[in-house]
C-alpha cells in the first residue's frame, strides 16, 4: 500500500517564496497536484485557510484557491480527526517541557499544526513539515517532537518526500 501525506503550509509558503518559486519552478507545483491525482499527496483545511488569508494576488494563496476539491481535506468536519484532535489538546494541556506561551500558539483553533497531527492520527497518514525536530527547544512546540510525543505519527520533510516520489527535472534555459 502507497503511504498518503499531508503537508504543512510552511512547505507552501517557504517554497513559494524561495526554493519552489513560482517564477521558475512551476514543476514542483504540477508535481503536487500530479501527487494528488495519484491519490498520495493531499493537505487539511486549516492548512488551505493559512494560505488563504496570505494577501490578495499572493501566489500560494492563488494555488490553494485553484486546487480541486479533495486536495484541503476535511478536518474540523471530520469526527475521527476532532477525537484525535481532542487527544492532542490533552498531551497539550498535560506536557511541562515547553513553555505555556508556546503550547497556547499550538492550541490556536486558527493554526493547522495540531489539525495535521490529529488528522494523520486518525487516518495513518504521514506529515509533510520544513519544521525539524529540536526536542530541547521550549518556546514553540515543532511538529515532528509532538508527534513523537502524541504517538502514532510519522513526519517527513518536503526533501524526503521529493526522494521518494520525484525525478530530477531541472533543465537550463537559456
Given at each position: 500500500?502507497?503511504?498518503?501525506?499531508?503537508?504543512?503550509?510552511?512547505v507552501?509558503?517557504?517554497?513559494?517564496?524561495?526554493?519552489?518559486?513560482?517564477?521558475f519552478c512551476?514543476?514542483?507545483?504540477d508535481w503536487?497536484?500530479?501527487?494528488f491525482?495519484?491519490g498520495?499527496i493531499?493537505?487539511i483545511?486549516k492548512v488551505?485557510?493559512?494560505?488563504?488569508?496570505?494577501?490578495?494576488?499572493?501566489?500560494?494563496?492563488k494555488w490553494a484557491e485553484?486546487m480541486?476539491?479533495?486536495?484541503f481535506l476535511?478536518?474540523?468536519?471530520d469526527?475521527?480527526?476532532?477525537?484525535?484532535?481532542a487527544?492532542c489538546?490533552?498531551?497539550a494541556?498535560?506536557d511541562k517541557?515547553?513553555?505555556?506561551a508556546?503550547?497556547?500558539?499550538?492550541?490556536e483553533a486558527?493554526r493547522?499544526?495540531a489539525f495535521?497531527?490529529?488528522?494523520?492520527?486518525?487516518h495513518?497518514?504521514?506529515?509533510?513539515?520544513q519544521?525539524?525536530?529540536?526536542p530541547?527547544?521550549?518556546k514553540?512546540v515543532p511538529?515532528?517532537?509532538?508527534a513523537?510525543?502524541?504517538?502514532?505519527?510519522?513526519?517527513?520533510t518536503i526533501?524526503?518526500?521529493?526522494?521518494a516520489?520525484a525525478?530530477?527535472?531541472?533543465?537550463?534555459?537559456?
Open positions: 500500500m502507497t503511504n498518503k501525506y499531508i503537508i504543512d503550509s510552511n507552501f509558503i517557504q517554497g513559494k517564496n524561495f526554493h519552489y518559486h513560482f517564477a512551476e514543476g514542483f507545483w503536487v497536484h500530479e501527487g491525482d495519484k498520495v493531499y493537505s483545511g488551505r485557510a493559512e494560505l488563504v488569508a496570505g494577501k490578495k494576488g499572493d501566489e500560494a494563496r485553484e480541486p476539491d479533495g486536495f476535511d478536518d474540523v468536519g469526527t475521527a480527526v476532532m477525537k484525535e484532535y487527544h489538546m490533552q498531551w494541556n498535560a517541557h515547553y513553555q505555556p508556546a503550547l497556547a500558539r499550538f492550541a486558527k493547522a499544526d495535521l497531527l490529529a488528522y494523520a492520527r486518525a495513518g497518514h504521514i506529515v509533510v513539515t519544521e525539524l525536530s529540536q530541547e527547544k521550549k514553540e511538529i515532528p517532537d509532538a513523537l510525543k502524541i504517538g502514532k505519527v510519522k513526519t517527513v526533501y524526503e518526500l521529493l526522494r516520489h525525478r530530477p527535472t531541472f533543465v537550463f534555459k537559456p
